[in-house]
């Protein structure tokens, strides 16, 4: 079973948001609901100052703090390694949310529970990758097996040392990081 | 306000529990400690225990969407036993029933209470173990979150710990007025009691600002918010001042004034109390300040 993540290089993202329009499309959201953010870090004074586009989206935590608060069961890890929520178990009662250190979840009012990004996992079993994956201009993400030492997201992350979001916090993210 | 997933609902949650099992310790302290002189004060707190209590889990409910919408969802509440709201509501469910059966006791309602009377121990040994372990429950509710470094503290449980207590004597204290307004005067011997656990919860609440200005940055920014931030005027004046230091100095004139002070002012200082302690709830939830992740 292969064990799913991604990486993603900021220095090629322009702050488009084609992924955010891609998910919401893909995953039939509203205008104002997203899996998919773009944060922007400024850095340096002038003259030399940069700004960089930091793409975030649910980590899918080998270690998820989500999944230990749900008091339901509601938020559970599927063999790929995906962090997914079971719709017809969850109240809605927002401790999840809390949980996530990287603010990633949010309400949906219409079903009453909390969703996020789940890696478009329908779409993965069917062959394909992630939508955020395939609709990027710059190809800032790679979508992959991390166990598999001869993909192309391992090679990636090997030779560029990516990280992930704030490994202290033990959360243990599938979402790797090159940032410069 | 910053962006909370949780609000009012939550907050009022956490206080009335809070009050409530408060309002169960105090009952049951009077009634062990000093049965003849304080028992309208036992039976105020006794009375206002449960229903506290079984208010606050109401708004918990009315908090839930999916829950709340499809009521059978809430079963699956109990599945996972490293949640803490999956304790809190094993928990609230074996203190809720306690509560009502120690105030039918106590007060002799009903065949029930008088029944009940018979094993008025048991009652308060069990009911004051879960009357502590709601009290404990709602501060260990949000110390376990690593979502908000601010409330990620062992100090949490303590603050609410200490909280619950004051609030709960306040809640005695008024219900006790409310059924006797005579006993106004014996209140005084309380006044002691809010003075000692007034200053637990000033100095752990200080401890917890201090500690959270070095804890991390994000602890910082929210400990920041409190003291010159957008939510330090209800800090200050509501959590300090009107829930902590008035109603100290009044139970001190109230303690040596013995049964002079006006009944207005000791029941004033009463619901500053309560004020404080809700509002003690809303500012640590609504300073929520998640990590720096990028
Ligand atoms: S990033 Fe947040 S929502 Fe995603 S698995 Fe981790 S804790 Fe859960
Ligand atoms: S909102 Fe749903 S998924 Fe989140 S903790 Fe509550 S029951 Fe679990």
């Known amino acids: 079973?292969?064990?799913?993540?991604?990486?993603?290089?900021?220095?090629?993202?322009?702050?488009?948001?084609?992924?955010?329009?891609?998910?919401?499309?893909?995953?039939?959201?509203?205008?104002?609901?997203?899996?998919?953010?773009?944060?922007?870090?400024?850095?340096?004074?002038?003259?030399?100052?940069?700004?960089?586009?930091?793409?975030?989206?649910?980590?899918?935590?080998?270690?998820?703090?989500?999944?230990?608060?749900?008091?339901?069961?509601?938020?559970?890890?599927?063999?790929?390694?995906?962090?997914?929520?079971?719709?017809?178990?969850?109240?809605?009662?927002?401790?999840?949310?809390?949980?996530?250190?990287?603010?990633?979840?949010?309400?949906?009012?219409?079903?009453?529970?909390?969703?996020?990004?789940?890696?478009?996992?329908?779409?993965?079993?069917?062959?394909?990758?992630?939508?955020?994956?395939t609709t990027c201009p710059t190809q800032v993400r790679i979508f992959g097996d991390l166990d598999d030492p001869g993909s192309r997201i391992s090679r990636f992350i090997a030779t560029h040392r990516a990280e992930p979001l704030r490994p202290d916090l033990g959360t243990r993210p599938r979402i790797f990081y090159k940032r410069s | 306000m910053p962006e909370s997933a949780w609000g009012w609902l939550i907050v009022a949650y956490l206080f009335l529990a809070g009050a409530g099992s408060g309002a169960f310790l105090a009952a049951v302290a009077c009634d062990l400690l000093a049965p003849d002189w304080s028992r309208t004060l036992a039976r105020a707190g006794s009375l206002a225990a449960g229903p506290l209590v079984t208010i606050g889990t109401v708004c918990l409910v009315l908090d839930l969407e999916a829950g709340l919408w499809q009521p059978w969802r809430q079963i699956y509440l109990v599945s996972n036993l490293s949640s803490m709201i999956t304790w809190g509501v094993i928990i609230l469910s074996a203190f809720i029933p306690v509560a009502f059966l120690y105030a039918a006791a106590l007060n002799e309602i009903t065949f029930v209470g008088r029944f009940?009377?018979?094993?008025?121990?048991?009652?308060?040994?069990?009911?004051?173990?879960?009357?502590?372990?709601?009290?404990?429950?709602?501060?260990?509710?949000?110390?376990?979150?690593?979502?908000?470094?601010?409330?990620?503290?062992?100090?949490?449980?303590?603050?609410?710990?200490?909280?619950?207590?004051?609030?709960?004597?306040?809640?005695?204290?008024?219900?006790?007025?409310?059924?006797?307004i005579n006993t106004i005067k014996t209140l005084s011997n309380f006044a002691l009691g809010h003075l000692i656990f007034l200053s637990v919860e000033a100095v752990v609440l200080m401890m917890f600002i201090f500690m959270s200005l070095t804890r991390s940055v994000e602890a910082a920014a929210s400990a920041d918010m409190l003291i010159s931030g957008v939510l330090s005027p209800y800090f200050w004046v509501i959590v300090v001042v009107l829930g902590i230091v008035l109603p100290f100095l009044l139970s001190i004139v109230e303690y040596y004034k013995y049964g002079e002070l006006h009944k207005y002012l000791v029941i004033g200082a009463d619901l500053c109390v309560l004020l404080g302690g809700m509002s003690l709830r809303a500012v640590i939830i609504f300073s929520a300040t998640p990590p720096q992740v990028i």
């Open chain 2, 116 to 180: 009940a009377k018979k094993y008025l121990l048991h009652l308060e040994i069990v009911g004051s173990v879960l009357a502590a372990s709601t009290a404990a429950y709602t501060g260990v509710l949000i110390a376990v979150v690593n979502g908000v470094p601010f409330w990620n503290t062992p100090l949490m449980p303590v603050l609410f710990m200490a909280s619950a207590i004051s609030t709960g004597l306040a809640v005695a204290m008024i219900g006790a007025a409310i059924l006797d």
């Open chain 1, 1 to 133: 079973m292969p064990r799913y993540g991604i990486a993603i290089d900021t220095t090629k993202c322009i702050g488009c948001h084609s992924c955010r329009v891609a998910c919401q499309n893909q995953q039939g959201l509203e205008y104002n609901q997203s899996f998919n953010w773009i944060k922007e870090k400024e850095r340096g004074k002038f003259p030399s100052f940069a700004k960089e586009f930091v793409p975030l989206q649910c980590n899918q935590c080998e270690n998820a703090p989500c999944q230990r608060v749900c008091p339901t069961g509601a938020i559970y890890t599927s063999p790929e390694g995906v962090v997914l929520v079971h719709k017809e178990r969850c109240v809605g009662c927002k401790y999840c949310i809390e949980a996530c250190p990287y603010k990633v979840r949010t309400v949906d009012h219409h079903e009453g529970i909390v969703v996020k990004c789940w890696f478009c996992i329908d779409l993965v079993r069917a062959g394909g990758e992630p939508a955020c994956v």
